[in-house]
Every structure is written in structure tokens, then in C-alpha cells.
């Protein structure tokens, strides 16, 4: 009688693991204290997170957030920033995370959200190191410090103040509590839907596997959240999301934000879309239709390949880091400062390839699709500029986009895949 093989636990092997850390931290850390190049555009002091500042002030006050004039005029009053703030687009609840430091000097906020993302990213390592310990607790830890810290977007959106690494820790640690606390798992991890709502996606993990009480943890995070929301919002800041901003993000309507979809740095499929359809405001209808038809063909052939349940550690890993990549290809806008959620995909594809579980191939399209999820954008134009028009200029325009889809490939593959028996 065969028995699937269990890997032999980890070999102490201190010293190299704390060099390998000690240098991750140290690159990370200069990449976090180097100025940005190019320089932000002057005016735009708080970066991102003074969107969120604003609205935080403005709902503090009575008012609506989701009211872009208002947040231009909170910032008028402060006097610290002159360029005009990006509209706030989240869901209520995503105000409490920013509301306590709403009544320091935007630039203070600035600062202590910074190192609060930062906190959030040795919790998010923390508990995907715990979570994944089956596959070797080291590997794990390493192979999250090194492609953290090589992944510019990483860094870059620590320079923005955004809140990307809050959520995928609250995202994270949900998905890792459901098999010990279903219901607190769930929790979890409906409050990060409430923050960034794209972490829906792994709740169709839990549809496929039945898991009735995580399931029934979503909606009292959501609910609790909502709640806890409308002592802040009001619920004129409530109809404003749910009745006039969420109906517009499927279609490039981010209430009313004026940036390009089809711009250099976006690597989604209806980025794509805009460029073959252009509409000229938003996504065209022939391209909202496209992206609306492509992320439901994704999203069937996920939940067809991961239908059967798998209590394989690296089967499951995968499974989290191929809606991850999912996550990435559907909004309308996909930037470098969102790829953190491609890093779970990383770590269990590599791990996968030391396993046998993929051949020994696939190293080189996922070395590629490494080095080009880490690639800065900023050379990355320059390299397209020179090449700019043709196919290559293309090619390299949509590299970041092409190495999202090998993620998605690898990781899909080896969370369909059985462990070997012996």
C-alpha cells in the first residue's frame, strides 16, 4: 500500500537563513530611505494616502468623502498640498483604518501610515511563514523576505502611503485562521474585502469547499464593518459608494479620477482592452464587456480546476496565490504597488519546483516572470521609449502583464496537481 510522501523537516540551517534575511531587510530598507526617481510631480505632498487623509478629515466633519471638491478643499484649508487629490474610492469601512491619524499634519499621517504598512508586512510574513510551516518554515520565510524585498512595487507603495499591505495581512491572516477558526478567519477576512473589496475572490475558495462557517465569518466582518462605518460616514457618504461609485469601477469610472487606463504602468486585462477599444471616457462598452467576459471565463476556470478539495499544504498555497494573481488581471487598473498579491504565487510555484511537483522547465518562464515583476517601471519606460512604436515597444510595455499570466499559469497548475506517492 503506497503513502504520499511527507518532506523531511527543515535542517537548521541558521546561518544562511540570517544572511539571506540580513540582506533582504538591508535592500529593502535603502529602498524605502532612496528618494524617488523620477521625483513625484510637485504639489503632491501625502502622495496616494492624501486621498484617504481627506476623506477621513471631510467624514470626520459630517460630510461625504466620496465628494472629491470637498477633499480639495480640506487640503485648500491646510495648506500643504496644491496638486488636486485623487477621488476616494473605497469602501466606507476603509476609513477607519486611516481615521486616527487623520488629525495629524498630512505629511505626520503620511509618516505613521508608512510604518504602519510596514508592521502590516512582518505580520503579512509572520503569518504566511506560521500558515505554510508544512513546506518548510525556512524556505518559506526566505523565499517571502527576498522577493519582498526585490519587488520594487513593494517599496513603491510604501512611498505612496498605500494601504495595500494592511489588507493582504487582514487577507492573509483570515485564510490562514479559517482551518483552527473558521468563523474568525472569516471575519478577517471580510474586513478586508471592506477595505480594498478585491479580496473577494478568495471567498469562492471557501464556496468550493463548503466552508459554511468561514463563509458565515465574511458576513459578519462585512456587517460589523458596515456598521461600524456609518457612525463615521453617515449614510449619505453610504448611498453616495454603494449607489454612484461601486456600479462605476467595473467600467473605468473611478468616481471621476482622470488617469488614463491604457498608460504605461497598468498591467490588467481591460488595459488591454482600452487599447484595442478605446472609449473616451472609462472603459468603451465594447471594452467593459470584453474585461466583464474575461473575468467571469477566469474566475469559472478557477473554480473548475480547484473543485475538488485538497488538504495538500502546497496544493492549497497555490490555490491562494492563483487568485491572488486573479486578483491583479480583472480591476481595471493594475499597478505596481498592488503586485504584493502575486507573492504568495511566487513562493509556492518555487517551492513546487524544488518539490518536483512542476518540471524542472518551468524555472525559466517563472525566473522571467521574477525578474519582470521586480523590474522598476521607470527603466522599464525608458527601455520602451527607445523602441517605441513597434512590437518590441509592446512586448515590453506589457511585460509585467504577460508575467502575471505565467504566475497565474503555474500556480493554477500546481493547485491541480497531487502530491507524489511512493
Known sequence: ?????????????????????????????????????????????????????????????????????????????????????????????????????????????????????????????????LWWSPLGSQRVLALLTITLALMSGVAYGSHLGQLNT???????????????????????????????????????LWLL??????????????????????????????ISFWTRVLPGLGAGDYNGLRIQISMFA??????????????????????????????GVLVLALAAAFRQPSSDPLTRAARVGAVGVAMLLIPVYTFDHHLLWSVPAIVA??????????????????????ALLCFAVPPLKRLYGFYEPGAVALAIQEAKHLALWIWLALATWVGISHPRES
Open 1 to 129: 500500500m503506497s503513502a504520499v510522501s511527507v518532506r523531511a523537516p527543515d535542517r537548521p540551517h541558521w546561518a544562511l537563513l540570517a544572511l539571506l534575511l540580513s540582506m533582504a531587510a538591508t535592500w529593502h530598507v535603502l529602498a524605502l530611505w532612496t528618494p524617488e526617481r523620477p521625483r513625484p510631480p510637485g504639489g503632491t505632498a501625502g502622495r496616494d494616502y492624501a486621498s484617504y487623509h481627506y476623506a477621513a478629515q471631510v467624514a470626520l466633519e459630517g460630510g461625504d468623502p466620496y465628494d472629491t471638491e470637498a477633499l480639495n478643499r480640506a487640503a485648500q484649508d491646510e495648506g500643504i498640498r496644491r496638486a488636486a487629490v485623487h477621488p476616494w474610492i473605497y469602501p466606507p469601512p476603509a476609513l477607519l483604518l486611516v481615521t486616527p491619524v487623520a488629525s495629524l499634519p498630512l505629511e505626520t499621517g503620511l509618516g505613521v501610515y508608512r510604518l504602519l504598512g510596514e508592521l502590516a508586512l512582518l505580520g503579512a510574513i509572520a503569518v504566511l511563514t
Open 266 to 295: 497598468n498591467h490588467s486585462v481591460p488595459n488591454l482592452l482600452d487599447q484595442w477599444l478605446p472609449g473616451d471616457i472609462g472603459l468603451s462598452p465594447a471594452a467593459h464587456l470584453g474585461s466583464v467576459a474575461v473575468a
Open 349 to 370: 510555484v518555487s517551492i513546487a519546483v524544488a518539490e518536483d511537483r512542476l518540471p524542472r522547465w518551468a524555472m525559466a518562464p517563472a525566473g522571467l516572470a521574477f
Open 209 to 238: 469547499q463548503r466552508r459554511w462557517r468561514a463563509l458565515g465569518g465574511v458576513i459578519a466582518g462585512v456587517a460589523l464593518s458596515e456598521l461600524a462605518s456609518m457612525a463615521l460616514v453617515g449614510g449619505q457618504g453610504q
Open 166 to 204: 494592511v489588507v493582504f495581512l487582514l487577507a492573509m491572516a483570515g485564510l490562514a485562521l479559517e482551518d483552527r477558526s473558521p468563523a474568525l478567519g472569516g471575519v478577517l477576512l471580510g474586513l478586508a474585502i471592506m477595505a480594498k473589496l478585491s479580496p473577494v475572490l478568495f471567498v469562492g
